[in-house]
């Protein structure tokens, strides 16, 4: 492209003004600091370089800047000596540490980003990165090294993350003492746990919880995959297993029995099996392998080596439904086929597989009064269901809800 005198003229007319702006605007603090691009890799130390613009100026700040921005140094280079001179002269007091940015450093933390973070509080990236730089000044150092993954936190990081959650489980003892009007607990309490169990049997026995404390307010998450109770991405966890990581409290209750189903449909065109070496000649409907994020859902492999996999989803509901039209046999616990008429039990004394119960919540939050309850009330529902739990396939009236258990 072609640029004539009078283009080159309107360029250096735009560069002299944005030079003469850019002085007003800066006097006395650094006229001389080079241009950076807001480029992605660029953002961290743009949100530090304006938090540093914003303080009055003196010579001493100037002098550390001009000492460390050399032309011939490149982006990256000049974007590290700042950043270290920049957290090198702890800006804010410790004494002014705010415990919000403290609370929010926490979400950061847990989340892994601040995509996901900036989601879960309902709040704007750019602000959460700028509390997250207030928080920084006051303690002098990074918090967190940006790597294509996620956020990596610091040493300075995990050497807060302990005293944070104290502080955070003293702020919600306390919101909870202030915040009740009554004896009851108020407030959300979030459980997690595998899309079955919490659909088809936890969902149905909620309302007596929900009656004796109308307080307090249920989320229900269901997943295939781990969550993470550390993190705070559930207040209790009910899984299969005992889940591992620091700080968690976890008790078993119980067992609980699988069996295989078939339709009437399909087990009149394919026949019935008589042994556990029949089923081979026969099609499944189960999870699909490579999205299977936890191991204790690959019951199917407890019955046969290889099946022959006609069907296969990620949902449990879905399983159930295609077995149900005649797809193939499937593997389900036995609350999940209480209302479903269409299938059969298949080989009930030999097909079937036993998974045990946990349920988990993480130490800084044990004693909290409404996760108490809730965690307590789940502890109970699973015992009083145990023997109907680990029972006959077909025991009880099919068509009925739990209510007859």
């Keep these: ?20 702006h850019f002085s007003q605007r800066r006097t006395g603090l650094m006229p001389s600091l080079p241009h950076y691009p807001r480029t992605k890799q660029n953002l961290g130390f743009l949100t530090h370089r304006r938090e540093f613009m914003a303080r009055p100026a003196n010579s001493d700040r100037r002098g550390a800047f001009n000492s460390i921005v050399n032309p011939s140094q490149s982006n990256s280079e000049r974007r590290i000596n700042i950043s270290r001179a920049f957290h090198a002269m702890k800006k804010i007091p410790l004494s002014d540490l705010n415990w919000d940015d403290v609370r929010l450093f926490l979400a950061i933390y847990r989340a892994g980003s601040l995509l996901k973070a900036s989601r879960q509080l309902s709040l704007d990236q750019s602000t959460l990165s700028r509390r997250l730089s207030q928080l920084e000044l006051c303690l002098g150092g990074a918090l967190f090294e940006r790597q294509r993954t996620g956020l990596k936190p610091t040493d300075l990081a995990q050497v807060l993350v302990a005293p944070g959650n104290e502080m955070e489980r003293a702020i919600t003892s306390l919101q909870e003492e202030l915040g009740s009007s009554g004896p009851d607990p108020t407030g959300t309490v979030r459980i997690a746990m595998m899309e079955g169990i919490g659909t088809m049997f936890v969902s149905r026995h909620l309302q007596p919880l929900l009656s004796r404390y109308p307080g307090l307010h249920i989320e229900l998450l269901t997943s295939s995959s781990l969550v993470n109770v550390s993190r705070r991405e559930a207040d209790v966890f009910v ?5 591992d990581g620091r700080g968690m409290s976890c008790q078993y209750v119980g067992d609980f029995k699988l069996y295989l189903y078939g339709s009437v ?6 026949g019935i099996p008589r ?15 490579d999205l299977i994020r936890l191991d204790a859902v690959r019951w199917l492999d407890d019955i046969i080596i290889r099946p022959r996999m006609s069907f296969q989803s990620n949902s449990m509901l879905s399983q159930m439904s295609a077995a149900s039209s005649g797809v193939g046999l499937v593997l389900l616990p036995k609350f999940s086929v209480i209302n479903e008429t269409r299938l059969l039990p298949v080989l009930p004394e030999t097909a079937h597989v036993n998974r045990e119960l946990w349920i988990s919540v993480h130490q800084d939050l044990q004693f909290s009064k409404r996760v108490g309850i809730v965690h307590n009330y789940l502890r109970d529902l699973f015992a009083s269901h145990l023997d109907w739990l680990n029972g006959p396939a077909d025991s009880g009236p099919r068509g009925m809800c739990s209510r007859a258990q």
């Design 239 to 243: 899984s299969f297993f005992k889940p």
């Design 265 to 270: 449909d399909y087990l009149k065109r394919a």
């Design 275 to 289: 042994s556990l070496d029949d089923l081979k000649d026969h099609c499944f409907v189960g999870y699909i392998q």
């Design 1 to 20: 492209m072609h640029i004539d005198g009078a283009g080159w003229k309107k360029i250096r007319q735009r560069m002299e003004k944005s030079t003469a």
